[in-house]
Structure formats: structure tokens, C-alpha cells
């Protein structure tokens, strides 16, 4: 099977490029496996990978134009030549490794942790089964950042706008009935940038791996604000 | 140019459960804590813990902590320390409320409490009916944990280095650990992080075996790290095989499966663990289980074209237990297997999945060593917690649901022990430029042109000769082959060079230090595995298939400098209540 691999070492290379390789792909093979084969031919290939089952949320890459996991992206489904380029709109470090800070940044600007300002109890914080599902399509996430580098409102305002992966975060704590800051969380969100650069392009909720729809959150936020401001 | 250097109170290697709990319970405490870990935080190997935690909350059925300790001991095949275990089952119960109050989303029953799943080795009433015990957010436990520990970790302020690799604890004379040389990933720089303590949290090392659970970073580093400092390493031998990775892949199915009635079958529709486990079935132990599968496969009663697997049937549960109980499961079941279990059965094997060794330590996390003076003494400013650990809460065979259980509360003991540590020792020790030095010569190790063995292709040969000679079954003759395998590729690693020598996230580089480790890791299972000459647990003997208590009721201790073995008694006298004195063990 054909692969195109975007290459860039910044200790040789002046430019990125392209760089073509041959993988024996055998039935079952994921993404990872081919990139592994890879790393065998040329050990100076360099990219992120670990669980190797879609949980750890390492090893995401733009293939044939769309943001993946390699992991659990079967060979199968994907057209030859396999164009393997880092995520887009990262600065690159090295191959397919991209520096992730704005992301994690952003992510970190939303208060990412459950606020409680009543005493605890001696046992845990009821929470009713159809309380607690609110939370499912949202805790799941693997924070691989498929989505936000795939947004187009990210890619020109990384610095200002959250991006999908932290709202879809900062409406899972809003939407978690133990969670006691909603007023404080939506009072940061307020602006031109933060929340409302969302354009619902909805790149996002097609890139998610793990099938969530961060564009859902988001509007969810914003009924919400607007619920608070009548 | 003058090495980078940076101070700190507490240094945690491991970004994992253990290091995030106990980071947690210092930077509370206003400690100037320090994480570093090799990848970003949340994708430490405690994001893959599918089923859940134990704690007797008795949430679903009848519950105590005292059953949940004999179930515990009786488990770990009676190998167990019974102080540590009772301390565990004990502290279980806060230790969980503590985690939902920290914003951790478990799985719900109709009264708003906590959910609760059957798991395997469970019982009410000391050996009775089946308890339900494992705490769960739905299939995705230890992902749920991972990220809620991070996340309060950012509330409180912990310094992370992230993508920063540990090279080599430094020491000084005394055995005092000073803190450690780490290299920055992304630039290939060397830094010193010197610490008053410092907290071992590195995780298992699954990747020695070559079909696995674990995930590609799991690879023994801290547990090495010890090793070359002078600390042995606890009943390596012991090393869990859980009974249902997905077959080919070594992914896992979690025991979740069976705890909500899934159940095992053999080529010909045998359900056939009743025939191995006639009480709890496919709720046994997961050593029993995995034998019995193993069993089955070698009397020609395997599943396939090839008759190397038996099938794990979920699909008379109904589509709505699957997807509400299930869902993480049903996913990698159908990506990895290709099939859907919510309508067939999935094909398994056992796979590589949990060391029950590691670092010894007490149950306040202080890394314990044989003495002079006694069997054993603390080293000073030398803590591990988590699967690196042995405390020993799991003796010779880990419970489903006990590792997130141990990882936490003794993570949590870790934390706040180390409080009182930095108490009584408020100052750095001076530096040990010797240690300095011995560490940055190892940083420089992979640095030497020319031609030889590549990273991968030696990495690949020691993964088949662990997985071929110290595997489920063991004997004399395959171990005692396996050994001189492993001393020859011990050697071999000297001739390893990497084509690639630049500095900027050199992955190659990475595997090469990881190689090392595993190589010094499982050296240590496979002795400690041919001079064990019984049968317990998860060490399975043909040659010797009994347990042997009158002879071998005692800890191993690996000690690489020289290969050599020592022996420590295993603690019977729990805190406060009576022993549980060994007997034989049936499901």
C-alpha cells in the first residue's frame, strides 16, 4: 500500500515535504500499524502514539485531508496514496509531532474541574440516573484535539476563540448537576471570541473519533446564556 | 554548557492514577510538586481501566470492607501482605467518595448512588454469594478517573512537565534519592529536578511480553530506574495474563463483560468454566480463568480455522445492557474484532496485562530494602505507589478492579505521608556530582555513531523470548533457556546505535532508554520465575503444580547488580482484625 508521509526534522531539513513509502498492509491493519511499519524502514520518523485503542487520545494525524486517529482508522477505508500530514494549523516540532499548548491552553481557560460550594457529604453527591446522562457524549472526551485543529475559526484565532474540544468541556461541567459555578462559567464565556466565534462549520463534530458533537454543546451554551439574560 | 537545574519539594515520576493522586493530596497541602511524565498526563495507561474500582459501599447488595479483604487475600493466593490489604479495602470507601466529590462521573442506580458491577473473585459473607463491588463509570472507569485527577490537578496548581522523560534517579552516598535527570522530548535537553522526595509512579511494564494489554509507553522505567539504584525488585514472577484480550491483538475485553453475565464458550458451545470454577464460573479468578482457557485450547476444544481461541458470548444480554453498560467495549469490539457483541461473540485469548511485582514498599509508599538491621528499612526520599509498587496487596494474582483501587489509595497514602516527610526534612540534601555525572553518562549512552543492532529489531527478539519463556505456563528447562536468551541480549544492547541522532523528539532515542528498562525489568520476571518452584497464582509450574506454603510462602527480591534473589516474609498479621490463615482456593 502507497503512503505519502509529510517529513520535517528542524535539526536537517530546510523545508517539509513529502516523502513516499510502501507498507505490506495485511487485513485488520489500523492506520498505527502502517505508521509503525514506517517507523521501522526509517526509525527518524517520528510521531505520538500509546494505548493503541482510541482511549489515550495520542496519536491523532490529518489523513487524505481529514483529522483521525491512527490507531482505530482501519487501512481499509482509506484511498491510496494515504496522505499522512501533521494536524493543521499546529506549529510542527517534527513529522507528524505538532505543538499542542494553545489547544491544552484553551482547554485549561475553561475551569476544567467540578466547582462545589455546598459542604460535602459523608457519602458521595446524589445524582439521578437521568442527571447523570446528561454527561454521556461529553466526559468521554480524549482531548486528541481532532476537532479544534480541524475548525476553521480555530485555525485564525487560536489565541482568543476556545475551539470545540474546550467548550464541549465547559458544557459538561455546566451540564453536571452537582457542578455549582454555572453563573461564573457563563459570565467568562461572554464576548465576541470566546464562545461565539463558532460558526457551526461542524468540522468538529465529523473529525470527533469518539463520536461526540462539540457544535451541540456549544449551542447548548449559548440557549443558556440566553436563558440567564432574559 | 552548565546543566539546567530546577528545585522542588516533591518530584513524582508518572502521570498516571497513583502520581496524579498523590500529587493532588500535596498540592493541596501547598507542597511545590513537581510531575513529570513521558506523555501528556491524560494519556497516561490508567485511561484504559475499563470496569472499575472496588470499594464495599454496598451501594447494590450487602457489603464490607472485612469481606472485600478476604477476598483480596484470598486472591493473591494468600501472597498478600495482610496489613497493606486490610488498609486498602478499608480506605476504599473514602477513597472513592473522595474521587466523586472531585468530579469523577460514575454510572448511577435509580437512588442516586454510586453504580455498582459484579467483577470477578468477588463474595459477600467471606467466600458466599457474589458481591456487587466494582464502582464504574460505565466502561470507561479509569478514563473518567484519569481526567477528573488532572483536571483538579490544574485547579491546584501542580507544575507538570509534560513530554519530559526520566533518565536516572540521583543518590548520594547514604542511599538518600536526591531527585532525577529527565530529558525534554521535544528539545533532547537534559535538566536535574532535585526534590526533598521523590515518588516513583511509572506504571506496569506489559510491553516486555510481545501480545499485550498495555499501551506502547508501558515499559518498566521507574521500576528500572529503582533497580539500578540498589532496590530490588518484589515478586516479579508474578505476572497476571487476563483471560480475555481480543484474539491476535492482545487488546482487552474488560472482566466487565462477564460481571454483566457475559460468559465464555469452546468450539463445541460448551459454556465450559463451570467445569474449572463450579461456584463462581466465569466470575473466577482471572489465573483461573486464563488457565482454563489456555486448557481448553490445548485439548483441541479452541474456536477458528486454527482452534487458538475460545468466544466470549455478550449477546443474549440485549442490545440495551450492551449499550448502556458496555458501550467502550462494543466499540473496540467491533473495530479490533470486527464483530459486534451485542449480536455475536467476540474471540479471546489471554493477554499480557498487569505486573503484580514491583518497587517494595510499605503501605505508606516509602520504598522498603533489606538492611543491615532487620528486613527491611526506608530509603530516604524514595517513595513509589501503583503498578510499579508491590506493597504487596495483590500477592501472587491481582482482582479485577483492584489495581484502580490500589493505585488510588495508595497514591493518596503516598501524598500525605510525604507531607509529614517534608515536615521532618525541610532542607535539600547536598548534590552528589558523582550521581550527577553517572546519570549524564547513561543520558549520553545512545549517542555513539556507527553501525549496529536497531532499537526495534532487538526489541522484538526480547518480546518473543519473554512471551515464549515466561509465559502462562512455566517449566525448568523453557525458563532456564529463557534466561540465557535474555543475559545474551542483555549484551547485545550495547551494540544498539541509532541512525538517528538528532536532538528534537527523537522517538528512536526514547525506545532505546525504554528497551534498557524493560531488558533490566524482565530479566527480573524471568529469575524470579525459574527459582520459584511452585504453583501459585498466576505462577503456573507444570513441573511443580502445587502450592507450596511450607517452603515458598515468602516474597522474591530481584537485586540486579550480580542477578541476585532474596527472600522476605510475607506479612500475615492484618491491622486489627484476625489473619486469614492460607487455604486451599477454589472458585
Given at each position: ?42 526509525e527518524g ?186 | ?166 533518565i ?20 533532547g ?251 549524564m553518562a547513561r543520558f549520553q549512552r545512545f549517542e555513539q555513531p556507527g553501525e549496529g543492532i536497531p532499537v526495534?529489531e532487538l ?32 549484551e547485545r544492547l550495547d551494540a544498539v546505535r541509532l541512525t538517528d541522532r538528532s536532538r528534537?523528539?527523537n522517538?528512536a532515542r526514547i525506545e532505546a532508554f525504554?528497551l534498557a ?71
Amino acid at each position: 500500500m502507497k503512503f505519502r508521509v509529510f517529513r520535517y526534522n528542524p535539526d536537517e531539513d530546510e523545508q517539509p515535504y513529502l516523502q513516499d513509502f510502501e507498507v505490506a498492509a495485511e487485513r485488520g491493519m489500523m492506520l498505527r500499524d502502517a505508521l509503525l511499519q514506517i517507523k521501522t524502514q526509517d526509525e527518524g520518523f517520528s510521531f505520538r502514539h500509546s494505548c493503541g485503542e482510541g482511549v489515550c487520545g495520542s496519536d491523532g494525524v490529518n489523513v487524505n485531508g481529514e483529522n483521525k486517529l491512527a490507531c482505530i482508522t482501519p487501512l481499509a477505508e482509506l484511498k491510496e496514496p494515504v496522505v499522512v500530514r501533521p494536524f493543521p494549523g499546529r506549529p510542527v516540532i517534527r513529522d507528524l509531532v505538532v505543538d499542542m499548548s494553545q489547544f491544552f491552553q484553551q482547554y485549561r481557560a475553561v475551569q476544567p474541574w467540578l466547582i462545589r460550594k455546598d459542604p460535602l457529604p459523608e457519602h458521595e453527591i446524589l445524582q439521578s440516573p437521568e442527571e447523570r446522562e446528561r454527561l454521556d457524549g461529553l466526559y468521554e472526551c480524549i482531548l486528541c484535539g481532532c476537532c479544534s485543529t480541524s475548525c476553521p475559526s480555530f485555525w485564525w484565532n487560536p489565541d482568543r476563540f476556545h475551539g470545540p474540544q474546550a467548550l464541549l468541556t465547559a458544557w459538561r461541567f455546566l451540564a453536571d448537576s452537582r457542578d455549582q459555578a454555572a453563573d461564573e462559567r457563563l459570565d467568562e464565556l461572554e464576548g465576541p471570541y470566546k464562545l461565539f466565534r463558532c460558526h457551526t462549520i461542524m468540522s468538529c463534530v465529523e473529525a470527533c473519533p469518539k463520536h461526540l458533537n462539540p457544535t451541540r454543546a456549544i449551542g447548548n451554551i449559548k440557549n443558556l446564556m440566553l436563558k440567564k439574560s432574559i | 554548557m552548565a546543566l539546567a537545574k530546577r528545585h522542588f519539594d516533591a518530584l513524582i515520576i508518572g502521570a498516571g492514577g497513583a502520581g496524579l493522586n498523590a500529587a493532588l493530596q500535596l498540592a493541596n497541602a501547598d507542597a511545590r510538586v513537581a510531575v513529570v511524565s513521558k506523555v501528556f498526563p491524560t494519556r497516561s495507561h490508567t485511561v484504559a481501566a475499563q470496569g472499575g474500582v472496588n470499594a464495599a459501599l454496598a451501594n447494590v447488595v450487602p457489603d464490607s470492607w472485612h469481606w472485600h479483604m478476604f477476598d483480596t487475600v484470598k486472591g493473591s493466593d494468600y501472597l498478600g501482605d495482610q496489613d497493606a490489604i486490610e488498609f486498602m479495602c478499608r480506605e476504599a470507601i473514602p477513597t472513592v467518595y473522595e474521587l466523586e466529590h472531585n468530579g469523577v462521573p460514575f454510572s448511577r442506580l435509580d437512588n442516586g448512588r454510586i453504580y455498582q458491577r459484579a467483577f470477578g473473585g468477588q463474595s459477600q459473607n467471606f467466600g458466599g454469594e457474589q458481591a456487587s463491588r466494582t464502582c464504574a463509570a460505565a466502561d470507561r472507569t479509569g478514563h473518567a478517573i484519569l481526567h477528573t485527577l488532572y483536571q483538579q490537578n490544574l485547579r491546584a496548581r501542580t507544575h507538570f512537565f509534560d513530554e519530559y522523560f526520566a533518565i536516572e534517579l540521583i543518590s548520594d552516598d547514604e542511599g538518600a534519592v536526591l531527585g532525577a535527570l529527565v530529558m525534554e522530548i521535544e528539545t533532547g535537553e537534559p535538566l536535574l529536578i532535585e526534590a526533598k522526595v521523590t515518588l516513583l509512579a511509572t506504571g506496569g511494564c506489559g510491553q516486555v511480553f510481545r501480545t499485550n494489554s498495555n499501551a506502547h509507553i508501558n515499559t518498566g522505567d521507574g521500576m528500572a530506574m529503582a533497580l539500578r539504584a540498589g532496590v530490588p525488585l518484589q515478586d516479579m514472577e508474578f505476572f497476571q495474563f487476563h483471560p480475555t484480550g481480543i484474539h491476535g491483538k492482545g487488546m482487552l475485553i474488560s472482566e466487565a463483560v462477564r460481571g454483566e453475565g457475559g460468559y465464555l464458550v469452546n468450539k463445541d458451545g460448551e459454556r465450559f468454566m463451570p467445569r474449572y470454577a463450579p461456584h463462581a464460573k466465569d466470575l473466577a479468578s482471572r489465573d483461573v480463568v486464563s488457565r482454563a482457557i489456555v486448557t481448553e485450547v490445548k485439548a483441541g476444544r479452541g474456536c477458528g480455522p486454527r482452534g487458538d481461541h475460545v468466544l466470549l458470548k455478550a449477546d443474549h444480554l440485549g442490545e440495551e445492557v450492551v449499550a448502556k453498560r458496555l458501550p467502550g467495549i462494543r466499540e473496540s469490539a467491533i473495530i479490533f474484532a470486527g464483530t459486534d457483541p451485542a449480536r455475536e461473540p467476540i474471540p479471546v485469548y489471554p493477554t499480557a496485562h498487569y505486573v503484580m511485582g514491583g518497587i517494595p514498599t510499605d503501605r505508606f509508599g516509602r520504598v522498603v530494602i533489606p538492611a543491615r538491621h532487620g528486613p527491611e528499612e526506608a530509603v530516604p526520599g524514595l517513595y513509589a505507589a501503583g503498578e510499579c509498587a508491590c506493597v504487596s496487596v495483590h500477592g501472587a494474582n491481582r482482582l479485577g478492579g483492584n489495581s484502580l483501587l490500589d493505585i488510588l489509595v495508595f497514591g493518596r497514602a503516598a501524598g500525605l505521608d510525604i507531607i509529614g516527610y517534608l515536615d521532618a526534612n525541610p532542607n535539600h540534601r547536598p548534590l552528589n556530582s558523582a550521581s550527577v555525572d553517572a546519570a549524564m553518562a547513561r543520558f549520553q549512552r545512545f549517542e555513539q555513531p556507527g553501525e549496529g543492532i536497531p532499537v526495534a529489531e532487538l526489541r522484538e527478539e526480547f518480546q518473543k523470548v519473554m512471551e515464549d519463556h515466561a509465559g502462562v505456563y512455566r517449566t525448568e528447562a523453557v525458563m532456564a533457556e529463557g534466561v540465557e536468551k535474555l543475559k545474551a541480549i542483555r549484551e547485545r544492547l550495547d551494540a544498539v546505535r541509532l541512525t538517528d541522532r538528532s536532538r528534537v523528539f527523537n522517538t528512536a532515542r526514547i525506545e532505546a532508554f525504554e528497551l534498557a528498562n524493560m531488558i533490566d525489568v524482565g530479566m527480573g520476571i524471568a529469575l524470579s520465575a525459574s527459582q520459584r518452584k511452585e504453583s501459585r497464582g498466576a505462577h503456573s509450574r507444570p513441573d511443580y503444580p502445587e502450592r507450596d506454603d511450607k517452603n515458598w510462602l515468602k516474597h522474591s527480591l530481584y537485586f540486579r547488580d550480580g542477578d541476585q534473589l532474596d527472600y522476605k516474609p510475607v506479612r500475615t498479621r492484618p491491622l486489627s482484625v484476625d489473619s486469614f490463615p492460607p487455604k486451599a482456593r477454589t472458585y
